[in-house]
């Protein structure tokens, strides 16, 4: 796991264009002992074949196969340019990770460098950072960027028989996880609940949250609250705004009159629900035969192919934990950590979803630019 601390940070950068920057990048993995002198060639190879701009302001600079040779060690060097710098074709960046890699292992770099930078609003905070241990902190995924939910935060069917009950599982599902005390637990259950409509109830608290996160259970048995239905109890543990995405996710649900979703869907299910917008379209799987997988250069040129097509376009690794992305999103993209052989099911919604995915699919065929 990529560990940064701030002696790999240089701050106050500045580069008339990105070849000077990339230089000054390759130069710093030269001094720390990761690579030879002649990577630098393959770092500005690399640009020429296909741009390295993630999007959020960022880039990630790396050599080719045929340099992978001078690479020594596996590591990286950041560089923070506070005034920016032109990328080409409209980007601009403010933060490069210069990146040597001896094999795959680039491959898991990018994977926790792109999770942790892909949170919207990133750009914002990297151009903001004025210290290596802030810049260290964002990239080392020290700062929250999403709650907390996943499969063992979810309970169906659990048979209480009061709304108490069903608020103390719901508080017991966070607390099991060490994301809330006891605190909580007592403040959530005395505070109650407001009814969010078709049966869903909210309850929520910020006393002695470790991390912002959400539980949901439903009930075996009809209860109600109030003279209201109560199927289920979404509970939030809040202690910044890494909760506000779920919510926009919620509210359309809510608007779509679709709430039922949420309790009639298994565990995986219903954090799909509440993490991503759920598209309802074709489907296809695609299997990955690069033998780098999805690096910079062919994820590159899978998600230009997506974006030539108005459909929304999401993209899940069937070999992998990530949850489903956006296929017009590099910086998603790469998140997936896709390796060689791996399977790529693609869901398309939209007019022309199916020529978008015939696109797709003879693009990964092709070797998306590499053969």
Known sequence: MLSLDKSDIQLHQSADNKDAAIRDLADGLHRKGFVEVGYVEGMLARERQNSTYLGSGIAIPHGTTATRGLVKSTGVVVHHFPQGVDWGNGNTIYLAIGIAAKSDEHLGILKQLT?????????????????????????????????????????????????????????????????????????????????????????????????????FVTSQDELTEEGLPLKGILMLACCNDAHIASLVHLVQLMYKNQLDKLFSADKERVVSLLTQESLDGASAVFTITNPHGLHARPGAMLVSVAKKFNAAIQVVNLNGESKPANAKSLMKVIALGVKCRHQLQFTAQGEDAELALESIGQAIADGLGEG
């Open 115 to 215: 999770k942790v930078l892909s949170a919207d609003g990133m750009e914002e905070k990297i151009k903001q950072c004025t210290t290596a241990d802030s810049i260290a902190s964002l990239l080392n995924g020290d700062a929250q960027s999403e709650a907390t939910f996943n499969a063992d935060l979810v309970l169906s069917q659990f048979p209480a028989t009061d709304v108490l009950q069903l608020t103390a599982a719901a508080a017991g599902l966070l607390k099991n996880q060490g994301l809330v005390d006891n605190r909580f637990v007592a403040d959530v259950i005395g505070t109650g609940l407001t009814y969010l409509g078709q049966g869903l109830w909210l309850a929520r608290s910020d006393k002695s949250v470790s991390q912002t996160a959400f539980s």
